[in-house]
């Protein structure tokens, strides 16, 4: 096995560098900033090893935490998006919710219909055989009626 070509702290500077720059952190993210500074994109597995690591907390990443008068604003904001986020799941689930009873409600009358579609061809077969039994006598008698006569 060769010795790999990045170290582990390079790959953390570029974990670092992807989440400074506000880029979402992804393997394939933090491998082609690699791939940029140094050439080598890095084995994957190691990558991403690096990046649970990275992601367990902000002592980890090297970031300070803020303290709680600092993100006020941004827990309020953090609030309203996610009472709007819960808004919109919930007419989501509604919309959902209603399209399904709708569909459930198309099949129960497509089963529906399929079931008098089935006695409908049952009549129509006992009525077919009922006329062709009709005819046969029908024939037999006008046999009958022509050999009588002279």
């Known amino acids: 096995m060769r010795p790999p070509l ?3 702290e390079a790959i953390r500077a570029a974990i670092r560098d992807v989440l400074a720059s506000g880029e979402r952190l992804t393997g394939v993210a ?14 994957v597995a190691r990558v991403y090893r690096l990046i649970r690591e990275a992601a367990r907390g902000p002592a980890a990443r090297g970031v300070r935490p803020v303290p709680w008068s600092d993100s006020r604003e941004t827990r309020e904001e ?6 709007l986020a819960e808004e919109r799941e919930r007419v989501h689930q509604q919309r959902w919710a209603r399209e399904t009873d ?3 409600s198309r099949l129960a009358r497509a089963e529906e219909s399929a079931r008098e579609g089935f006695a409908v061809r049952q ?3 006992d009525l ?5 039994s009709a005819q046969a006598r029908i ?3 006008e ?3 022509a050999e009588r006569s002279p």
């Open 30 to 43: 933090v491998r082609a900033r690699c791939a940029e500074r140094h050439g080598a994109r890095g084995g």
């Open 143 to 145: 046999q009958q009626l």
């Open 102 to 104: 709708a569909l459930r």
């Open 123 to 125: 009549r129509v077969a």
């Open 6 to 8: 990045l170290s582990d």
């Open 128 to 132: 077919s055989l009922a006329l062709a």
């Open 78 to 83: 953090a609030i309203a998006r996610a009472d």
């Open 139 to 141: 024939a037999a008698l």
